[in-house]
């Protein structure tokens, strides 16, 4: 799998997924697209949990789907596939160990010069038990978030939900953080025949993409899936597409939340800032995704 160009060493960054990756049917598209962008050096896919409100496994779940993705795309043994915490974390105080969490640390505190940036498609519960094992990480990394509500006052989000308490470890830590919410990442809007046109046709991984969303959907066909009929989000894509260029000017620098139980925001400082997106270019993220499948992963006839 070789695209007709490379990036300069100098311009490459180093990378970390942490992904509920089998909770539905897009962090698969954002993986996928990640693993074909030459511009990053993956250090590591680590499994995050999802909550049990749908299984009690959902981070060893996370992690076999990670793995499928790369034995689809014949990458068998060339990424480490971590696991992340078990569950979210009891309180703020109370870090939940794992190898996931043990990759962060080691990645930001190893003597390697480039830059090291962690995309987190689900909860933040690996980053914040990072921390706080290992305060000097802070200034060593940047994170990328999906997940919040709608500024300025939040509201229900489903990453959130699943570690408050993590997201608030990481609000008040100084560690640079990149957050897409949820009314910014929900403009990634796909159509089912879009996806049928540019995914599905290219290979075993394309074929793959396109019939795990259907069979998704299918599964849940009683739940808001598919909500008006044939289009999806894939909400996690922008975490791949905004370190390939930051939009700059699509964010904002905003004092962080604290985030009270109901997943509102509570203003209570204005010195910690971080970077909350406002927009996020939908064509440059999905184009380039659906370039890299054309040109890497081989045209199926069936």
């Known amino acids: 799998m070789r695209l007709p160009f490379d990036v300069p060493p100098q311009k490459k960054i180093r990378l970390i997924i942490n992904t ?7 962090d698969q598209f954002a993986i996928v697209h990640a ?3 030459p511009r990053f050096m993956i250090k590591s896919i680590c499994a995050a949990h999802f909550g049990t409100a749908r299984t009690v496994t959902s981070m060893e779940e996370s992690r ?3 793995l499928h993705l790369l034995s689809l795309m014949k990458l068998e043994g060339t990424v480490p596939v971590d696991r992340g915490a078990e569950r979210a974390m009891a309180s703020e105080t109370a870090a939940v160990p794992s190898e996931g969490a043990t990759r962060i640390i080691e990645e930001a505190l190893s003597d390697d010069p480039l830059p090291l940036f962690v995309i987190f498609l689900g909860p933040l519960t690996d980053l914040a038990s990072a921390y706080l094992l290992e305060p000097r990480i802070a200034d060593k990394l940047t994170a990328v978030w999906i997940g919040g509500g709608q500024y300025p006052d939040g509201e229900f989000e489903f990453n959130l939900q699943n570690d408050v308490h993590a997201a608030n470890v990481v609000m ?3 560690i640079p953080l990149w957050q897409v919410p949820r009314n910014v990442y929900s403009t990634i809007r796909v159509s089912l025949a879009e996806l049928a046109l540019k995914v599905r046709p290219y290979g075993t991984i394309g074929r793959y993409l396109f019939d795990q969303m259907i069979e998704f959907n299918d599964r849940h066909g009683g739940n808001m899936r598919f909500p008006k009929g044939e289009m999806w989000a894939l ?18 620098m905003r004092p962080a939340p604290r985030i009270r139980e109901d997943l509102t925001y509570e203003q209570r400082q204005t010195d910690r ?9 939908a064509r440059f993220t999905l184009e380039d995704m659906y370039a890299k499948i054309a040109l890497c992963c081989g045209h199926d006839e069936g």
């Open 235 to 252: 909400g996690d894509s922008p975490a791949v597409s905004l370190l390939l260029d930051p939009h700059e000017y699509g964010y904002e």
């Open 35 to 37: 693993l074909l962008t």
């Open 273 to 281: 800032l971080i970077r909350v997106y406002h927009e996020v270019d």
């Open 64 to 66: 076999e789907e990670a």
């Open 20 to 26: 509920d990756a089998k909770n539905e049917a897009d």
């Open 172 to 174: 008040d830590s100084p």
